[in-house]
C-alpha cells in the first residue's frame, strides 16, 4: 500500500512559478513510474507530465518547455516544477503512482493517488 500527500498549491499570479511535491510512503519507491495530473470541474482528468523508473519524462504538450518533473529517491517525493503560469493552469494537481508498465498518459494505469491540491493562476 502507497499513500500520496501533495503539497505546494497556491494561489500564484500569471507568469508566475509553483512547485509541487508528492511524499510518498511506503519502500522501492524508485521501482514506481510517478505522475502528475490535474482535473477541472467538469472535466476529465488530464495527464501533465510523467516520470519513469528509468528517469524517461513525458509531457503533456500544453506544459512542455514551463512543467518539470523530477523526483528525490531518497526522500520518497517527486516534485513538479511549474513556470510561466498562465490561468489555464488553474485547477486540482494529483499525483499517482504505479509499478505497472503502460501508457503513463492514462489514468487508469495508476494504482494510487494523492488527494490533490488546488492551484489557482490569476490573470
Known amino acids: 500500500q502507497v499513500q500520496l500527500a501533495e503539497s505546494g498549491g497556491g494561489l500564484v499570479q500569471a507568469g508566475g512559478s509553483r512547485r509541487l511535491s508528492c511524499a510518498a510512503s511506503g519502500r522501492n519507491f524508485s521501482r514506481y513510474n510517478m505522475s502528475w495530473f490535474r482535473q477541472v470541474p467538469g472535466k476529465e482528468r488530464e495527464f501533465i507530465a510523467g516520470?519513469?523508473?528509468?528517469?524517461?519524462?513525458y509531457y503533456k504538450d500544453s506544459v512542455q518547455g514551463r512543467f518539470t518533473i523530477s523526483r528525490n529517491n531518497a526522500e520518497n517525493t517527486v516534485y513538479l516544477q511549474m513556470n510561466s503560469l498562465k490561468p489555464e493552469d488553474t485547477a486540482v494537481y494529483y499525483c499517482?503512482?504505479?509499478?505497472?508498465?503502460?501508457?503513463?498518459?492514462?489514468?487508469?494505469?495508476?494504482?494510487?493517488w494523492g488527494q490533490g491540491t488546488q492551484v489557482t493562476v490569476s490573470s
Open positions: 516520470l519513469g523508473s528509468d528517469s524517461t519524462t
Open positions: 499517482a503512482v504505479t509499478a505497472r508498465l503502460g501508457n503513463l498518459r492514462s489514468p487508469g494505469l495508476y494504482d494510487y
